[in-house]
């Protein structure tokens, strides 16, 4: 059976089996699939007791991944000898990033997900981002002077918003250090948090977002593919524009 994913044609699936039940998930293969950001990857991990180790990963280019990320998994799987019904679950990093990116990625998750019946992990690339970098904050660039902004720390419930200069100067940083993977975020943030320490850190991946998520595979983490969206955290240039139309015409 064939299906459609951002106009390409998706895997050639086999029969469905049944899946894993919660103690079998311990030992599994998983796919993660990353296109928030500039750049984006495929990784496929091998879960045991909890722990994942990635045993492939390959980049995407950004802007490309309609056209190239369901044949970058097909490839991913057949390096490997994996078939896409023998996965225990995958793990998607939903946002935030581009519109674009992530819409292109969900789509490709869910045709994939729905097919074979494979559950679905989704995290936020900030998220990922902390775990990587090891501390409890983290900001990626949202481009317009604004920064996707992930505030935590030892015991404070974690929340992410979009904050400009302005949102920044209103905010006390909890701990004084957050995560940064590139130059724009790391230049608004200091120019408004000049006491902040930036932890500097490679660009989150899909690789990541697998090491991250292991233990909520195995506990059952999953999410409803009905409801999954993307985490966007801003809404898109269509709806804003759309509302300003609308009131002039009004």
Same mark, same amino acid.
């Given at each position: 059976? /064939?299906?459609?994913?951002?106009?390409?044609?998706?895997?050639?699936?086999?029969? %469905?089996?049944?899946?894993?039940?919660?103690?079998?998930?311990?030992?599994?293969?998983?796919?993660?699939?990353? %296109?928030?950001?500039?750049?984006?990857?495929?990784?496929?991990?091998?879960?045991?007791?909890?722990?994942?180790?990635?045993?492939?990963?390959?980049?995407?280019?950004?802007?490309?991944?309609?056209? %190239?990320?369901?044949?970058?998994?097909?490839?991913?799987?057949?390096?490997?000898?994996?078939?896409?019904?023998?996965?225990?679950?995958?793990?998607?990093? +939903?946002?935030?990033?581009?519109?674009?990116?992530?819409?292109?990625?969900?789509?490709?998750?869910?045709?994939? @997900?729905?097919?074979?019946?494979?559950?679905?992990? @989704?995290?936020?690339?900030?998220?990922?981002?902390?775990?990587?970098?090891?501390?409890?904050?983290?900001?990626?660039?949202?481009?317009? +002077?604004?920064?996707?902004?992930?505030?935590?720390?030892?015991?404070?419930?974690?929340?992410?918003?979009?904050?400009?200069?302005? /949102?920044?100067?209103?905010? /006390?940083?909890?701990?004084?250090?957050?995560?940064?993977?590139?130059?724009?975020?790391?230049?608004?943030?200091?120019?408004?948090?000049?006491?902040?320490?930036?932890?500097?850190?490679?660009?989150? %991946?899909?690789?990541?977002?697998?090491?991250?998520?292991?233990?909520?595979?195995?506990?059952?983490?999953?999410?409803?593919? @009905?409801?999954?969206?993307?985490?966007?955290?801003?809404?898109?240039?269509?709806?804003?524009?759309?509302?300003?139309?609308?009131?002039?015409?009004?």
């Amino acid at each position: 059976m /064939e299906s459609a994913v951002g106009g390409v044609s998706c895997l050639r699936l086999m029969e %469905t089996k049944e899946r894993p039940s919660g103690q079998d998930r311990r030992e599994q293969m998983l796919l993660g699939i990353d %296109t928030c950001g500039p750049s984006g990857s495929v990784a496929l991990g091998r879960l045991a007791e909890g722990a994942v180790e990635v045993v492939g990963q390959l980049e995407l280019e950004g802007r490309s991944y309609s056209a %190239t990320l369901v044949a970058a998994v097909g490839d991913l799987l057949a390096r490997a000898g994996v078939a896409l019904k023998d996965l225990g679950a995958i793990v998607a990093v +939903n946002g935030p990033g581009s519109f674009t990116g992530v819409r292109v990625g969900l789509s490709a998750v869910k045709g994939l @997900a729905e097919a074979a019946q494979i559950p679905v992990v @989704a995290v936020s690339r900030l998220e990922v981002l902390t775990w990587k970098a090891g501390v409890g904050s983290a900001a990626l660039d949202a481009h317009r +002077n604004e920064v996707f902004l992930r505030l935590g720390g030892a015991g404070v419930a974690a929340k992410e918003l979009l904050a400009g200069a302005g /949102e920044l100067r209103a905010i /006390e940083l909890a701990g004084g250090q957050i995560a940064v993977c590139d130059e724009a975020a790391g230049l608004l943030l200091k120019s408004v948090w000049q006491g902040a320490e930036l932890v500097r850190s490679l660009a989150p %991946t899909a690789g990541d977002a697998l090491q991250l998520c292991g233990a909520r595979v195995v506990a059952g983490g999953f999410v409803d593919l @009905a409801l999954v969206d993307g985490h966007y955290l801003r809404r898109s240039d269509a709806e804003i524009f759309g509302e300003a139309v609308k009131a002039q015409s009004a």
